[in-house]
C-alpha cells in the first residue's frame, strides 16, 4: 500500500486557500490522499480491510466520506464547545422530516475543499460519478416540508446560528417508488443497509420516553395493553450539518426508537421465541418507516406514537442541554428558541408544560408563560385534512396526563374566550381544542396556535388565508402572534452544487459573493441585454439538458431529445397539485397534432415525477394515466419526436439535482389557494426555467419580483375558486369547450387503456361527476393559451434568454438564508455565534 510517488489531495500549506483551511480544521500535518498513511489510503484499508487491488466503488465512497469527516471533526467539536462556553441562545428546530439528500458532495463543497477532491479523483483514477451512486438518498422525508427544513438547517450553519435539527432515524424512509405495468409499486427504501459515515451513534445521551400503556403480540399483531405504563429508549444519532466555508458546523440529531430490554431471556427458554422480542418490535416499529399508511387506525396510532416520540426525545435532550448552563427556569425563553415544523410536533406545547409544572414544579401561571415564549410554530397547510385532530381515547390510553393539561389548557382558553366574546357559540366550538361530535378530537393545530407565541404562514397569500379563513376566530384573538415567513431555498446546494455550468457562468460575471448573498444576482439585470451573456445561459442550460439526457439514458434505457423543450412537473402527486391538469394539456396537444399532423409545433418533452401516498387510490390512478399516456404517445407515428411523456420514479433529492437545471419550463399549476407556498418554483427559477402557472404560494412573490410579463400566469385566483364554488359545473366546459371535450372524450374512450378497458373511469368521476373540485376544466382553456404564448416566446431564443436572465436575477430573494434572518429576528430572537 505503501507508494512513493507525489502526494496527491493534500491539503498544502504552500497554499493561501489551504494553508487557512489547515487552520480552520486543525488537521496539523496529516494528508487527505496520497501516501499510506493518508487519511483516504487509511480508510480505504483499514476500515474495510480489504487490499486497495479489490475495492469498488463502496469502499472507495466510504473512504472519501470519512477522510472528510475527519476533516470536519474537529470544527464540529469547536462549535459545539463555543456555544457550550458562550451560552448563546440557541435555535431548536423539530421536524418529522429533513430531506437533506446526499451528502459528500455538499460537504466537500461546504468545506471548500473542491480542490483537494479534484487532486484525488484526478490522482486516484476514481470514477467520481460511479463512486457518487453509493451514497443512497437520506430516507429522512417526503417531499416540501422535509426539503425546505433541509435548507433552513444549512442556512442556519451558513449565517452561524447556534442550532440543532431534530428529528426521527427512519429505518425505511417513507418507500421506494418503482412503477409496473404503469402503477406505482412502494418498496422498502433501505438506505441504511450499509453503513452510514456520516452518522455518530450517540447512546450514552440516550432518554426516555414513558407512555401510558404497553403492547404485546397477539395472533401475529401488536395490541396495546391500557392501564400497564410502558417506556422506550431514543438513542440519538448526530450528523454534521456544514455552513458554507466550514466555520460553523451544527448538529442534526435523530432519535431511533429502542426497547429498554432488546430480548426477553426467560421468554424465548419457556419456546415464546415471538414474544421474547415482543418489546423490541415494539419499540422499533416507531421508527421504522416515515409515515405510515394511515389509511387504517394501527397506521394512524403508529403516526402519533411517532409524533409524541419526537417530541418527548427532542425536550428531554434539549432541557437537559440547557440545564448544564443555566440553574433558573425561568431563563428557558432567553436561551432556548423551539420552532415547530407544522403540527406533527405540537405536542410539544403539552410535553414542555408537563416538564416544567412535574419536574420543575413551577406553578401554572409561569409554566404557561415560559411554554409559550419558547415555542413557536410554522403552519404549511390549509387544508383541513391535513391539520391533524388526534381521537381524545388515545391520549387517555397513552398520554393521559398530557391529556389533563390539553383540557386544563382549552378551560382557560374558553373561558377567556367568553369574557371577551360573550354569547358567541360559534366562536366558543371553532377555537376549542376539542373537537365534538362522535369521538372527541384533540385539534393539534389549534394547541399549536394557542400554546406558542408565534404562527406563521410560508408565503404571503397562504399567511392571509390561514389568519382571515382557516383559523380566523383564533387569529382574531391572538391578532400579534400571526406572521408571515415566506420559504426559501438554499443557493449552495441548488445552484452551485447541482449546476456548475450556471454557477461558473454567474460568478464569471459578477464574482462570488452570490453565494452566501443571494441578493448580489441583482446585478446581473443589466446583462439580460447583452448578447454574450445571454449566449453564455443559454450554453449552461444545454449543457445541463445533455448531462440530463445522458444520465436518463444510462441509468433507464429512456431517450430524450435535449433539443426539445424540457417542460417539467414535479411534486407529490396530488388532486389540487393538478398534475392530470398537465396531462389534461399534453392530451390536448396530441389531439392537435392527429388532427393536423402538419401543425407548427416545437418538440416537447413532458417530464413527470412524484410519489402518491401508498393509501391515495387516486393519485395512483394519475400516475398510471400519464405512463399510459406516456406509452401512448410513443407508439403513435404521427406525434412521435415531436411529443415524449416521461414519468420518472423515485423522485428525490438527487434526482431533483440533474432535472431542474435541465427543466426549461416549470409548472406550478396548484388550484389558486391551496398550495401553501412551493420551493420546487423557486429552485427552477434559480436555474432559470419559466414558470407556468396559477398565482398560488409563493409563485405570486416570485412573479412580483420578476414581473409577470416574465412568467406565463394563468387561471381563477384564490377569491375566484372561493366565489364559484357554490355554483361551479364543470359539465359547462365539457359542453362549450370543444378541446375540452375531446380531451375526455379521448380519455373515456378508453384510446389510452385499450388492454385495460375502464381503469380510468375514475377520472370521469373526479372531472365531472364528482363535480371537479380542484377546478381543472375551469383552467383548463386558460392553461391552454398560456401554453401558446410560452411557446411563441420560445421560437425567440433572444427573447426567451432574457427572460431567463430576469428570472434568475430576481430570485435572490427567495434564498433561505433571508428566511432565515427573518425568523432569527422577528421570532426568535436570536443572534449568530461565531465559533473561532
Known amino acids: 500500500m505503501s507508494r512513493n510517488r507525489q502526494t496527491t489531495g493534500t491539503l498544502d500549506p504552500g497554499s493561501t486557500l489551504t494553508s487557512e483551511l489547515l487552520r480552520q480544521y486543525e488537521c496539523g500535518s496529516i494528508d487527505f490522499a496520497g501516501t499510506s498513511d493518508a487519511l483516504f489510503e487509511r480508510h480505504l484499508m483499514f476500515d474495510n480491510v480489504v487490499a486497495a487491488a479489490t475495492v469498488g466503488h463502496r469502499e472507495q465512497y466510504e473512504a472519501v466520506a470519512r477522510s472528510v469527516r475527519d476533516v470536519l471533526s474537529q470544527r464540529w467539536l469547536r462549535t459545539e464547545y463555543t456555544y457550550t462556553q458562550e451560552n448563546p441562545k440557541r435555535i431548536y428546530y423539530l421536524s418529522m422530516e429533513f430531506l437533506i439528500g446526499r451528502s459528500l458532495a455538499n460537504n466537500i463543497m461546504n468545506l471548500r475543499l473542491d480542490p483537494t477532491a479534484k487532486r484525488l479523483i484526478r490522482d486516484e483514477g476514481l470514477d467520481w460519478p460511479a463512486l457518487l451512486e453509493q451514497e443512497p438518498d437520506a430516507g429522512l422525508g417526503n417531499g416540501g416540508l422535509g426539503r425546505l427544513a433541509a435548507c433552513f438547517i444549512e442556512s442556519m450553519a451558513t449565517m452561524q446560528y447556534p442550532a440543532m435539527g431534530y428529528g426521527l432515524r427512519y429505518e425505511y424512509g417513507i418507500f421506494k417508488q418503482t412503477i409496473q405495468d404503469g402503477w406505482q409499486r412502494e418498496e422498502p427504501d433501505s438506505w441504511l443497509r ?17 407512555l401510558g400503556c404497553s403492547f404485546e403480540v397477539r395472533s401475529g399483531t401488536l395490541a396495546a395493553v391500557p392501564g400497564r405504563p410502558s417506556s ?97 427556569w425561568s431563563a428557558l425563553p432567553d436561551k432556548v428558541a423551539i420552532q415547530l415544523n407544522d403540527t406533527h410536533p405540537s405536542l410539544a406545547v403539552p410535553e414542555l408544560m408537563r416538564i416544567l409544572l412535574d419536574d420543575a414544579r413551577l406553578a401554572w401561571d409561569e409554566a404557561w408563560g415560559i411554554t409559550k415564549q419558547t415555542l413557536a410554530y410554522t403552519n404549511h397547510t390549509l387544508l383541513p385534512e391535513a391539520l391533524e385532530k388526534w381521537p381524545l381515547p388515545w391520549f ?17 382558553l374558553l373561558e377567556d374566550v367568553r369574557t371577551r366574546f360573550p354569547s358567541n357559540q360559534s366562536r366558543i366550538e371553532s377555537v376549542s381544542l376539542v373537537e365534538e361530535g362522535g369521538v372527541q378530537r384533540i385539534r393539534m393545530a389549534n394547541l399549536a396556535i394557542v400554546g406558542t407565541h408565534s404562527t406563521n404562514g410560508v408565503a404571503t397569500i397562504h399567511s392571509n388565508l390561514l389568519r382571515t ?65 445571454r449566449n ?20 433507464s434505457g429512456v431517450i430524450v431529445d435535449p433539443n426539445s423543450i424540457f417542460d417539467c412537473h414535479v411534486k407529490r402527486i396530488h388532486e389540487y397539485k393538478r398534475q392530470l391538469l398537465n396531462a389534461l394539456r399534453v392530451v390536448v396537444l396530441y389531439n392537435r397534432l392527429r388532427e393536423n399532423p402538419d401543425l407548427d409545433m416545437p418538440a416537447r418533452t413532458f417530464l413527470f415525477s412524484g410519489k402518491a401516498a401508498p393509501a391515495y387510490h387516486l393519485a395512483k390512478v394519475i400516475i398510471k394515466f400519464l405512463n399510459n399516456l406516456a406509452r401512448t404517445i410513443d407508439g403513435d407515428p404521427v406525434v412521435r419526436g415531436r411529443l415524449k411523456v416521461v414519468f420518472l420514479p423515485e423522485y428525490c433529492v438527487s434526482l431533483a439535482e440533474k432535472l431542474i437545471p435541465a427543466s426549461d419550463v416549470s409548472n406550478q399549476i396548484s388550484t389558486a389557494g391551496y398550495e401553501a407556498s412551493g420551493t420546487s418554483n423557486m429552485k427552477f427559477m434559480m436555474n432559470g426555467a419559466l414558470t407556468i402557472g396559477t398565482r398560488d404560494g409563493a409563485t405570486i412573490e416570485m412573479a412580483e419580483a420578476a414581473g409577470e410579463e ?67 376544466l375551469a383552467d383548463l382553456t386558460t392553461y391552454l393559451e398560456a401554453d401558446q404564448r410560452l411557446l411563441a416566446l420560445h421560437s425567440d431564443p433572444e427573447a426567451w434568454s432574457r427572460k431567463v ?27 449568530p455565534c461565531v465559533v473561532p
Open 194 to 210: 450499509s453503513s452510514d459515515p456520516w452518522e455518530i451513534a450517540r447512546p450514552q445521551e440516550e432518554v426516555e420516553v414513558k
Open 232 to 328: 422506550l429508549r431514543g438513542v440519538p444519532y448526530d450528523r454534521p450539518v456544514v455552513g458554507y466555508g466550514g466555520k460553523t458546523i451544527n448538529t442534526l440529531r435523530l432519535f431511533a426508537a429502542a426497547a429498554p430490554r432488546s430480548f426477553d431471556f426467560q421468554a424465548f427458554s419457556a419456546g415464546d421465541f415471538v414474544g421474547a422480542l415482543a418489546e423490541r418490535l415494539t419499540a422499533e416499529s416507531v421508527t421504522r418507516v416515515l409515515y405510515p399508511d394511515d389509511s387504517t387506525s394501527m397506521g394512524q396510532g403508529l403516526r402519533f406514537v411517532q409524533e409524541y416520540f419526537l417530541v418527548a426525545c427532542s425536550l428531554a435532550d434539549l432541557v437537559r442541554r440547557f440545564r448544564r448552563n443555566n440553574s433558573d
Open 396 to 412: 387517555q390510553m397513552l398520554l393521559p396526563r398530557h391529556l389533563e393539561i390539553i383540557l386544563e389548557i382549552n378551560r382557560r
Open 469 to 533: 379563513v382557516t383559523v380566523k376566530d383564533l387569529a382574531e384573538m391572538f391578532p400579534e402572534r400571526f406572521s408571515n415567513k415566506t420559504n426559501g431555498v438554499t443557493p449552495r446546494r441548488w445552484i452551485m452544487l447541482a449546476n456548475p455550468a450556471l454557477s461558473r457562468c454567474i460568478s464569471d460575471a459578477i464574482g462570488e459573493g452570490w453565494h452566501s448573498k443571494l441578493s448580489e444576482l441583482e446585478t446581473l439585470k443589466p446583462l439580460a441585454d447583452d448578447v454574450g451573456f
Open 536 to 555: 453564455a445561459i443559454r450554453q449552461a442550460k444545454y449543457h445541463a439538458k445533455t448531462q440530463f439526457a445522458e444520465w436518463l439514458k444510462l441509468s
Open 710 to 776: 416574465n412568467f406565463f400566469l394563468f387561471g381563477l385566483s384564490s377569491d375566484q375558486v372561493v366565489g364559484s364554488q357554490s355554483w361551479y359545473n364543470p359539465h359547462w366546459h365539457y359542453d362549450n369547450e370543444p378541446e375540452t371535450r375531446a380531451a375526455l372524450d379521448l380519455i373515456f374512450s378508453d384510446h389510452f387503456n385499450r388492454q385495460e378497458p375502464g381503469i380510468f373511469a375514475l377520472l370521469r368521476d373526479v372531472l365531472l361527476t364528482y363535480g371537479d373540485r380542484y377546478m381543472h
Open 805 to 831: 436572465i430576469l428570472n434568475i436575477a430576481n430570485s435572490g430573494k427567495f434564498s433561505s438564508d433571508r428566511t432565515i434572518a427573518e425568523y432569527a429576528a422577528e421570532i426568535w430572537g436570536a443572534r
